[in-house]
């Protein structure tokens, strides 16, 4: 049935109707909704960072219970890493990676159905856990026991949530490792891959090594909660610390995850604004498959007050210290290329800038927080919360978001509206740092994270922080305006609507048609 | 073209936040530090931070001299280089030169963190769902150290005052110049106990106790909160540290010692209603209120009322087994050792005869001690 449908397909352009998105194995069709189903959780997680920085604005409990505001704090982490930044990421990869190697679809096009038809499931497993008794899980996102084990029935369903969307991310990768090792054009030799292909098919590899270790994880939490295995309880011979070692084995690679394709996407964007082609790119190839490497030896970073011995503390300092040498090379070298090229500041450009500076900016942070003495005052503060938006927002977001701009021409057959791009853009950019940078001083200052009340020397740059965020928020809905706009009409889009754009993308026309690639293209 | 026309009023309004955030006394590094080692982080961060700073401005001043010069609109025309061995190598050397001088000092500030040895004084501190405990072990001297802050401020119906959220109502209290260990622990859930001036943070784990030590350099008092959410009011269990001069430190202790052996009387004795229903009550908002709420409502589906409760209505020594075993599985603690019998006993008869019930019973401290084993 199903391969009559897809023969059935082959002749024709897309099918129509509700069930196309149902049941389509087309990696196009699979990328939009992967990007849609982001674009929706994105909304969802941002209004809850509203809340949050409303009840924030000035110390007093104003709008919501200390209760509700840890499900808001919990929540808000775990759909925007597993429900927007990550759901996003395998959106690119579905839409471009086929278009990048030539290849006329994923490799495996019914799983690929699942892989995304499983994630709206887990995404309703976390919202309907807000409105059983007790709320919604509210022992941050990083779950650690005993407090997460304390909770009621919805702390349950987070775990199932997870374990789904950890099945989602296996079965996406497997796709994708599969699709880039077999399914290149002739000619497309590994060391002539774009980097977006690289630095996915890296990524790919981590999250395979790591899902497993969180589904382990919150696997033993689920037990201890109801089976009473004490896997994490001292009382039964076990050990809560034990939890954040498995969880951040998990974690710190995770982080690399989110960061990756991000860095695939600005290495695709820099060289064509810039008419240049990047510097250094086997070295590019090199330190992202060092930063992976390292990722695996660094978790204990995030534990420096557990209480480590002496050597512990001191070995996962120089680990940490380490991963910035290939992260400097990353940066050096997207500087190198735009030095002496010929550039112009499109949208995709400006956001694509816009993240080295302040994706390096993450990176400072993250080297002061790698100093072992300094993160025991800085840890769990504001500073964190700080660095991780330096890294994830103006990071990870900021990348998807140029990546967007950059391919919606291709995806839609039209041209962006480049005015509302550039205001979306300074938007973003200027609020961001209106509402993070003044966190930085907040966590020195001595501001603890996840409280929904604070001393009140701490009144004004939490008052600057949330005017930011407000303006933030709002602005994001411009992006919308955007994309809906272009999708329905606008200025034709040729087939390589920028002028310094390499690649086997730009050799289809635009919007792409249904199916590319039927016959492989040759690569010299 | 609007973007053009309306940036210069952004980056205007931009500024002026700036500026005005220039005005105000903003705090924008670590509070000063009390402590040698508090000294020693504050030194490391800013040697790091001008590290970090000087790097930025050197690579990003090429970047934006690059933006400024390589314009295609001021006709900049493209180069084709692409690679280079050895800038390659240079720039992965260099950042690593950098990190071993950074390294090298925070190597030495580890070991001295570490180094928990000859103490003077050693204090262990438990952390509870949401308030700390201060056992003086050399001395005999333990006790509780709770919010202080009312609710009114919180609720927004009075005004908060200087030390809002960060005030107890019995502090930690250490000698000046004394090196005082700390021992970690927890009793429900992982806490942090953390004071910044003072420059020690350290998670207290369930089960397991953990040590760290600081040495205050001068009296004062000195302010923090947990650092590790712990539920719901994770935010409300703030530190107090009172670093005292020797001599205050032993009046302090004598006075201490003085009230450990006033209540170590009333366990024999025997309290009229209203003494048991005033010292009940203060036991109960310290203590149970939190989550049972201050009107014994509850929260309903987290956290049981004990208005009408089974529990608080039906048998005594049912009633005393919770209060003084806890409900292993959730987030009800055992208060037996946490209080003494008489506080025990009034918070019962509290609870049995206030809130909206009325057993009329009475418990008497010498029925807690009978019940405890
Ligand atoms: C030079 C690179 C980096 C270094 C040295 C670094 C270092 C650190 C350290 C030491 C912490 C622990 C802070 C604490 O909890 O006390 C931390 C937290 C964190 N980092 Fe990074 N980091 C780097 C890059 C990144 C990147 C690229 C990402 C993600 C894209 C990231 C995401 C995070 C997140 C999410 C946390 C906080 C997790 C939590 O506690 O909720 N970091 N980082
Ligand atoms: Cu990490």
Not at chain 1, 398 to 410: D, E, Q, R, T
Request: glycine share 8%; aromatic share 12%; proline share 6%.
């Amino acid at each position: 049935m199903q391969a009559h449908a897809l023969e059935h397909e082959h002749g024709h352009g897309a099918p129509s109707g509700l069930m196309r998105w149902v049941t389509t194995t087309n990696h196009k069709d699979i990328g939009t909704l992967y990007l849609w189903f982001a674009a929706v959780m994105f909304l969802l997680a941002g209004s809850m960072a509203m809340a949050i920085r409303a009840e924030l604005f000035q110390p007093g409990l104003q709008l919501v219970s200390p209760d509700f505001f840890n499900q808001l704090t919990t929540l808000h982490g775990l759909i925007m890493v597993f429900g927007v930044i990550m759901p996003a990421m395998t959106g690119f990869a579905n839409w471009q990676v086929p278009l990048m190697i030539g290849a006329p679809d994923m490799a495996f096009p019914r799983m690929n159905n699942w892989s995304f038809w499983i994630l709206p499931a887990a995404a309703i497993l976390l919202v309907i856990s807000l409105f059983l008794p007790g709320g919604a899980a509210a022992a941050g996102w990083t779950l650690y026991p005993p407090l997460f084990i304390q909770g009621g029935i919805s702390y349950d369903l987070t775990i199932f949530a997870i374990h789904i969307l950890g099945a989602s991310s296996i079965m996406g990768s497997l796709n994708i490792i599969t699709t880039i090792l077999n399914m290149r054009a002739p000619g497309m030799t590994l060391m002539k891959m774009p980097l977006f292909v690289w630095t996915w098919l890296i990524t790919a590899f981590l999250l395979i090594a790591v899902m497993p270790v969180l589904a382990g994880a919150v696997t033993m939490l689920l037990t201890d909660r109801n089976f009473d295995t004490h896997f994490f309880n001292a009382a039964g011979g076990g050990d809560p610390v034990l939890f954040q070692h498995v969880f951040w084995f998990f974690g710190h690679p995770e982080v690399y995850i989110l960061i990756l394709p991000a860095f695939g996407i600005v290495s695709q964007i820099i060289p064509t604004f810039a008419r240049k082609p990047l510097f250094g790119y086997a070295s590019m190839v090199y330190a992202t498959a060092s930063i992976a490497i390292l990722s695996f030896l660094v978790w204990a970073h995030h534990m420096f007050t557990v209480g480590m011995p002496a050597v512990g503390q001191l070995y996962f300092m120089y680990a940490t210290m380490l991963i910035a040498v290939p992260t400097g090379v990353k940066v050096f070298n997207w500087v190198a290329t735009m030095w002496r090229g010929s550039l112009t500041f499109e949208t995709p450009m400006l956001f694509a800038i816009a993240f080295v500076a302040l994706f390096t900016i993450g990176g400072f942070t993250g080297l002061v927080l790698a100093m072992a003495p300094v993160d025991i005052q800085l840890h769990d503060t504001y500073y964190v919360v700080a660095h991780f938006h330096y890294v994830l927002v103006s990071g990870a977001l900021f990348a998807i978001y140029a990546g967007v701009y950059y391919w919606l021409p291709k995806w839609t057959g039209h041209m962006y509206n480049e005015t509302l791009g550039k205001w979306h853009f300074w938007l973003s950019m200027i609020s961001f740092n209106v509402l993070f940078f003044p966190q930085h001083f907040l966590g020195l200052a001595g501001m603890p994270r996840r409280i929904p009340d604070y001393a009140v020397q701490f009144t004004e740059f939490n008052m600057i922080s949330s005017i930011g965020g407000f303006v933030f928020g709002a602005s994001q809905i411009l992006m919308l305006i955007v994309v809906l706009q272009c999708i329905r009409g606008g200025r034709k889009a040729e087939a390589k609507p920028w002028e310094g754009a390499q690649g086997l993308e730009w050799t289809v026309p635009s919007p792409a048609p249904y199916h590319t690639f039927e016959t492989p293209p040759v690569v010299k | 073209m609007g973007l053009r026309r309306a940036l210069p009023v952004v980056l205007a309004a931009a500024c002026a936040s700036l500026a005005a955030a220039a005005w105000a006394d903003y705090q924008i590094n670590f509070p000063p530090p009390k402590s040698s080692l508090a000294y020693a982080i504050n030194d490391l961060h800013i040697l790091i931070m001008w590290v970090c700073v000087g790097i930025f401005i050197v690579v990003f001043g090429t970047m934006f001299y690059a933006i400024w010069k390589h314009r295609k609109s001021v006709g900049h025309q493209a180069a084709q280089f692409h690679e280079s061995t050895t800038v390659e190598i240079i720039w992965t050397a260099i950042p690593f030169l950098i990190l071993i001088g950074m390294a090298w000092p925070a190597t030495r500030l580890i070991l001295e963190q570490k180094d928990t040895s000859n103490p003077d004084v050693t204090i262990k501190v438990t952390g509870y769902q949401w308030k700390w405990e201060y056992d003086y072990l050399q001395d005999g001297v333990k006790f509780m150290s709770v919010l202080a802050t009312p609710r009114e401020q919180i609720e927004n119906k009075a005004p908060k005052g200087p030390n809002y959220l960060l005030e107890v109502d019995e502090p930690m209290v250490v000698p000046v110049g004394k090196k005082v260990r700390l021992l970690l622990t927890a009793n429900d859930v992982i806490h942090a106990w953390w004071v910044p001036a003072l420059g020690v943070k350290q998670d207290t784990i369930p089960g397991f106790i953990r040590d760290a030590w600081f040495t205050a350099t001068e009296p004062g008092t000195y302010r923090g909160q947990c650092a590790e959410l712990c539920g719901k009011d994770h935010g409300f269990m703030p530190i107090v540290v009172e670093v005292k001069s020797e001599a205050d430190y032993a009046a302090w202790l004598a006075d201490k010692k003085a009230k450990v052996a006033a209540a170590a009387a009333d366990a024999g004795k025997v309290f009229s209603k209203e003494e048991l229903m005033a010292r009940g009550a203060t036991v109960y908002n310290a203590n149970c209120a939190s989550c049972h709420m201050p009107d014994g409502k509850g929260l309903p589906g987290v956290f049981p009322a004990i208005t009408g409760s089974k529990v608080a209505t039906g048998a005594k020594a049912g009633h005393i087994g919770i209060v003084l075993a806890g409900k292993p599985g959730s987030a009800m603690p055992a208060f037996g050792p946490q209080l003494n019998d008489a506080d025990i006993a009034a918070v019962v008869t509290y609870q049995r005869n206030g809130l909206g019930n009325s057993t009329g019973d009475l418990v008497q401290p010498a029925e807690i001690k009978a019940l405890r084993k």
